[in-house]
């Protein structure tokens, strides 16, 4: 066979050696294309960031989706400002946006820029005195003065002098909330004795001077800062570090420094205090804090308890524990009355009033409707009766024995009130004398013996214990709870709240979407809101969310009565509702959605804080569940 041995082609090593570094730099090209063309595949950050079209107008930027921003420099700005002075305009308008550019100023021109200013005074003062124009010269002499400061604290190292400029970006959904928001800033900045103004057609240069990128596009428009006018543009330092009245609530969460809570103060319209949060946030925490730490300073608290978990504190805090059951009286009488302080006499025309509104509620409960006009004249009627039996008029004497007696074991005269007509006082009248026969077979549930006849008697139930907790916890039937929560809510109001106290008071409602189902108690809770005020009284409102409370009509009036607000962690679902209703900067949702329990936002009026509510190690004994 013949064999054909092909000869190998020896190639000399110079020669192999390009062919193999070739062949690699070939690998490594594909290599790369390959990889480019995988990453072109992925979406970049930065279309992820970008927005969907950026459209310049004169004045504003359309950005896609409802989105729109306005560019604003700041122009004139007062010669004093404080740490914190944009805090409040920024809690006005919500989302807006502040870019400051700083830039350090070259010291020697600084000096000779100072000493040519305090010149050009020197010698417009010697002018104006020549002239006789006195009016000028005290705020020349001024001028002067603060000039020659600010260049010796240069020259001796004191101080700098800064070139800054402040860029606040608008950020709204429509064109119409951009330009009503515009207005707002504008109003805002006046009020500070500032001026702000649009950059008109360099909208998108400024847009990118607002981005956090260092962009010093627009040369104009700086002015000069010293370091203190500097420290009061940074957003989180604030020297308002904390009320100094009031009781301890927590430390800030940015700076630590520590935090007061007093809402009995002039610069709020009312002291309520209404609490958000989602289960285990730390509502109740929060609501038992702030009520241990104000008995500390002598005020009161009367507590609707609906869980029971008030229980310990009371006991721990020396209070009263009115335990709500089933069939056993709880010294509160509907029919009990008072001198009204106010008035000066008996009202019993208010009373009529607050039976009626316990017989409506309570027809409405268990026949689905409300009182007819002849069961409201009966009603009236029989009020009027069962005190009249007990010679019970207007006059302020007539609710006192006529003569003296023992009482609490002391000989007393002319002070010792008398018996006062019960519910069954009511329904006997409303049986015997005036014949309803309807509104008798509904009462008769109500009365001493029955389950529900815990409100048929005498009253036993002293309002001067400093915490007085109503721990309704046991009634789980939804007509009783109904029942309860109203009588409960009109004695806090014809009670609690009616007599004149020194000392100021809380009326603490927490898990407040049980009164919110109702329309009477929901009444109640607006009521109390509106008239806690005058009375010293404040009302502490805590619930789950916001969607829930609003699913009463009085829910903005009620919370509009609130100036202060404790949000605590938020459900994503929420959050757009809360940030909204509360006109909250952009920075806070983050927050509330991440919030740890105890950690909150405050507002305060129009200020905004963020804080940790602390528990001391004695505390958190007694006020965790
Ligand atoms: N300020 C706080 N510091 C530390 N822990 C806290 C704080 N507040 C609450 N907690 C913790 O969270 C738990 C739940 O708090 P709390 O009972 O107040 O929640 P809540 O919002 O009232 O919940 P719910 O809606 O279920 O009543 C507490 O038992 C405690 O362990
Ligand atoms: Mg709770």
Redesign the pocket.
Known sequence: MLQIKRERKIRPYKKRKRIKEKKIELHKKRRKIKDENFFDNQPQLISLLAPEVIQEKQDYIYMGDDKYARIFVLMFYPSYIGIGWLDDILNTIGDVDISTQVQIADERNVIKYLTHKVTKLQSDYLLFEKQGNIEELHKLEENIQSFEEMRRNIQINNDKLFFIKITLRVNATSLKELNEKSKLLRDEFANKSCEIRPLYFKQLDALKETLPLNNNIISDNNRNMTTAGLAAMFPIARTKSSVKEGIYLGRDLFTGLPMNLETFTQGLANANIAIF?V????????VKTIVGRTALINRRAAILDVEGEYVAQTEKLGGRIIKVRQSIPVGINLFDIDIDEDEGFIDIDSKITEIRSIMNGIINKYENRTLKPNEIADIEQAVREVYREKEITKDRDSIYEKEGGKYEGVITFGNIKKKMPTLTDFHRVMKEKIRNKGLTSTISNFLNGNTLGIFDCQSTLKINDQIICFDISEIKDEIMRYYVCLVLTTWITNKYMATKERNKRYVVVD?AWNLFKNKETSDFLENLARRARKKKVAMIL?T?NLSEMRQSNQAEAIINCCDTIIL?KQSIGSIDEIMKFFKLPSGVKEILTKAR??ECILIRGGDVRAI????TKFESEFI??
């Not at 940790?612 to 528990?615: A, E, L, P, S």
Request: hydrophobic share 25%.
């Open positions: 949060g289960p285990g946030s730390g509502k109740s925490v929060t898990e805590a789950q605590l329990p105890g940790k509510i602390d528990m965790t569940t």
